[in-house]
């Protein structure tokens, strides 16, 4: 069995009404990102409780091929970091090809 432990690291996130946000991290063990056709994060979720880890996410997927750091349906890039902007909560990384 092959584990991937080389997800691109989520660097930021300000998004702090995320249940898995923390100190403007993201603390999930992964995301994915592409919800539809937008590089929105598909694992928000709005909750008033927090998550207790303190662990550094990665990007475990991400759907949108469009983006110039796209490879297989993976994030290529070194980081990303997550904001919000037109009411979604999208990957502030994505380059259009
Ligand atoms: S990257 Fe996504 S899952 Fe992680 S804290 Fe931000 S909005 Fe939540
Ligand atoms: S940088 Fe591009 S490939 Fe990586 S998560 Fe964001 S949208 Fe997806």
Redesign the pocket.
Known sequence: MIIATDM?EVAKCIVSQCAYNADDSCHARAIT??EGAA?DCDTFFDNAKHTKSSRTAG?GA???ED?????DF????DS?QVGSGGGSVN?????KH
């Open positions: 691109p990102i592409g590089p990007v991400c759907k949108i983006c110039t750091h796209n490879q993976e994030c290529n890039a990303i990957c502030q990384t994505y380059t």
